[in-house]
């Protein structure tokens, strides 16, 4: 497996800002996924990063732990060798997501009416070998039923009842739009009302397409492009509450979960790459395309919302997302929380992103 023409090599000499970051959060969070890959190693990913390259730098990960500032950045500097990523088209892109923390009830109240629903047993996981002819390709999950697969019910089917008397209420929030940006988001942590910290985290999906409330709003003429954010959003809502499920029913799509353990605090739910993700490190990228674990030192200038100056940092790839296409496109994890929303909610920038490719491979980039 050849390095696609995609990567240019560089120096860690040609990365802004690469001697100013500190390096040993993403040390650590590398080390986590050190730890993960002896027990289900990683698929490399369509660019070339073939996963056994990784092995040496694993090894030695797992043996160090306490190292200083200077001694992380060099273990990076040994084991890799910075590649520019080059976009498809137009410049690389970074958004930002989080996880929420919202007050839930373990039972419906007359404040707390809007559950988290678990997987339904009729869920069914669905490729080209099961696949009804006729079902759109891009479904990857169906209802089964007496007649064979159908395409599983959407959000407004669920959210008017389809899925009722199933049993399959993990927990009830007090607000619909609350729900609707943990589905977005994939996880959340639920501060329930008898005093316990529990956690959702994604389990599968009704299957259809994501539709976002901002391009909705923004096609209506409701907000302007250039400014819909999440918090663009939830004002909108606000202010509209009579127009909540005709915006959040064009999106089709609905998540389910599962629960998870709240092992430590300061760190996020394990994700795609079945390690916790780590706040401001740990980065969403196209699974298709890149290999988890891989360190990514990504520039955006203009990016200032997780501390006021330009964001230039080492992350490792951890997650990926249905909306995170391409080889220069990355989700950046914010943090648990209101403070960690408020970040995540307003990113959207031009990035730089150069992939930390092992050495052994490094002779192989075009």
Same mark, same amino acid.
């Given at each position: 497996?050849? !390095?696609?023409?995609?990567?240019?090599?560089?120096?860690?000499?040609?990365?802004?800002?690469?001697?100013?970051?500190?390096?040993?959060?993403?040390?650590?969070?590398?080390?986590?996924?050190?730890?993960?890959?002896?027990?289900?190693?990683?698929?490399?990913?369509? !660019?070339?990063?073939?996963?056994?390259?990784?092995?040496?730098?694993?090894?030695?990960?797992?043996?160090?732990?306490? !190292?200083?500032?200077?001694?992380?950045?060099?273990?990076?500097?040994?084991?890799?060798?910075?590649?520019?990523?080059?976009? =498809?088209?137009?410049?690389?892109?970074?958004?930002?997501?989080?996880?929420?923390?919202? =007050?839930?009830?373990?039972?419906?109240?007359?404040?707390?009416?809007?559950?988290?629903?678990?997987?339904?047993?009729?869920?069914?996981?669905?490729?080209?070998?099961?696949?009804?002819?006729?079902?759109?390709?891009?479904?990857?999950?169906?209802?089964?039923?007496?007649?064979?697969?159908?395409?599983?019910?959407?959000?407004?089917?669920?959210?008017?009842?389809?899925?009722?008397?199933?049993?399959?209420? #993990?927990?009830?929030?007090?607000?619909?739009?609350?729900?609707?940006?943990?589905?977005?988001?994939?996880?959340?942590?639920?501060?329930?009302?008898?005093?316990?910290?529990?956690?959702?985290?994604?389990?599968?999906?009704?299957?259809?397409?994501?539709?976002?409330?901002?391009?909705?709003?923004?096609?209506?003429?409701?907000?302007?492009?250039?400014?819909?954010?999440?918090?663009?959003?939830?004002?909108?809502?606000?202010?509209?509450?009579?127009?909540?499920?005709?915006?959040?029913?064009?999106?089709?799509?609905?998540?389910?979960?599962?629960?998870?353990?709240?092992?430590?605090?300061?760190?996020?739910?394990?994700?795609?790459?079945?390690?916790?993700? /780590?706040?401001?490190?740990?980065?969403?990228?196209?699974?298709?395309?890149?290999?988890?674990?891989?360190?990514?030192? #990504?520039?955006?200038? /203009?990016?200032?919302?997780?501390?006021?100056?330009?964001?230039?940092?080492?992350? #490792?790839?951890?997650?990926?997302?249905?909306?995170?296409?391409?080889?220069?496109?990355?989700?950046?994890?914010?943090?648990?929380?209101?403070?960690?929303? =408020?970040?995540?909610?307003?990113?959207?920038?031009?990035?730089?992103?150069?992939?930390?490719?092992?050495?052994?491979?490094?002779?192989?980039?075009?």
């Amino acid at each position: 497996m050849s !390095l696609s023409p995609l990567f240019i090599e560089k120096s860690f000499d040609d990365l802004p800002g690469w001697g100013d970051d500190d390096p040993l959060p993403a040390f650590a969070a590398f080390r986590r996924c050190a730890f993960h890959v002896p027990v289900k190693p990683y698929r490399s990913g369509a !660019l070339g990063v073939d996963f056994g390259a990784f092995t040496v730098a694993y090894a030695e990960a797992r043996g160090a732990s306490q !190292l200083t500032r200077e001694e992380a950045r060099a273990f990076f500097e040994r084991h890799f060798v910075p590649m520019l990523v080059r976009p =498809e088209s137009g410049a690389g892109l970074v958004t930002g997501f989080y996880e929420p923390q919202v =007050e839930a009830s373990p039972v419906r109240t007359e404040r707390f009416v809007v559950p988290l629903l678990s997987r339904p047993a009729d869920l069914v996981d669905v490729d080209d070998a099961n696949r009804p002819d006729g079902m759109d390709p891009y479904l990857a999950f169906a209802r089964w039923t007496a007649d064979g697969l159908a395409e599983y019910f959407d959000r407004g089917a669920i959210e008017r009842g389809a899925l009722e008397g199933q049993g399959l209420e #993990i927990a009830w929030l007090a607000d619909k739009v609350d729900a609707f940006f943990i589905h977005v988001q994939g996880a959340a942590r639920l501060a329930m009302t008898d005093g316990r910290l529990r956690r959702v985290t994604y389990a599968a999906k009704s299957g259809q397409r994501f539709t976002g409330p901002g391009k909705v709003l923004s096609e209506l003429g409701e907000i302007p492009l250039a400014q819909v954010t999440m918090q663009s959003i939830r004002a909108w809502f606000k202010a509209h509450p009579q127009r909540i499920d005709e915006i959040l029913w064009q999106n089709r799509s609905y998540i389910f979960f599962r629960e998870a353990d709240v092992e430590d605090a300061a760190l996020g739910p394990i994700a795609a790459a079945k390690v916790p993700l /780590t706040p401001g490190r740990s980065v969403a990228v196209d699974r298709l395309l890149h290999t988890f674990g891989t360190p990514f030192y #990504i520039d955006a200038p /203009t990016l200032t919302a997780f501390e006021k100056r330009p964001f230039r940092r080492l992350m #490792i790839a951890q997650d990926t997302g249905s909306a995170i296409t391409g080889p220069a496109r990355g989700d950046l994890f914010a943090g648990s929380g209101d403070a960690a929303g =408020e970040i995540a909610g307003v990113v959207r920038n031009a990035a730089d992103f150069y992939a930390l490719v092992p050495r052994a491979l490094a002779g192989g980039a075009k």
